[in-house]
């Protein structure tokens, strides 16, 4: 009994690095006008001006569920809507997922909401592609997704933020962890 615990706890731990290209990736941006100027020409900047913003999102690979807290203020006017397009920063490209939708939000607010990607164009697969680029970006590479908030003022964007991975955290890291832990607990509840 005790060699069948042994080999289904050895198939278990050698098991788990199968699913190592698994993981939770999070990403930042700043919102600013200036990304919108330098990559939308007639771009009207309000003098003085003072929007900007942050976005925060995350990722995860395998469920492929994206999911996004972002604030911003300071608009030109009311946001008429706002989305996630899928360019590299100083380009402009089609729109990913809309995260508020027309008829808008004030000049200020916080949002936050999550989608399955494969109900988006291109799916999990293109999501994984422009967000991890394919897996190879690290901490501190730009993506290929971006946020925009459209205004009245600035119809193809005023505030836009380019999403930057700020981390990559391997879900099979998690039960390396756990592997441990319960044994741990087997041991304690043998000795009492």
């Known amino acids: 009994m005790r060699i069948r615990k042994c080999l289904?706890?050895?198939?278990?731990?050698?098991?788990?690095?199968?699913?190592?290209?698994a993981a939770l990736w999070t990403f930042d941006g700043a919102l600013n006008i200036g990304q919108s100027v330098d990559s939308v020409p007639g771009t009207t900047v309000p003098v003085p001006y003072f929007g900007g913003g942050l976005v925060h999102a995350s990722f995860d690979d395998v469920s492929g569920i994206f999911s996004w807290d972002f604030t911003y203020q300071g608009l030109s006017g009311d946001a008429l809507v706002a989305h996630f397009h899928e360019a590299p920063s100083l380009a402009t490209?089609?729109?990913?997922?809309?995260?508020?939708p027309a008829p808008g939000a004030p000049p200020s607010g916080t949002f936050s909401g999550s989608v399955d990607?494969?109900?988006i164009v291109g799916g999990v697969a293109g999501a994984a592609a422009a967000l991890t680029g394919a897996g190879a970006f690290s901490p501190g590479d730009e993506t290929g997704w971006y946020l925009n908030i459209h205004t009245a003022l600035n119809g193809p964007g005023e505030l836009r933020g380019q999403l930057f991975v700020t981390s990559v955290v391997p879900l099979p890291a998690a039960l390396w962890l756990a592997v441990p832990a319960v044994g741990f607990v087997l041991r304690k509840r043998r000795r009492r």
């Open 117 to 119: 990607t494969a109900t």
């Open 93 to 100: 490209g089609p729109v990913k997922i809309t995260v508020i």
């Open 8 to 21: 289904a706890g050895l198939v278990l731990w050698a098991g788990i690095p199968a699913a190592a290209n």
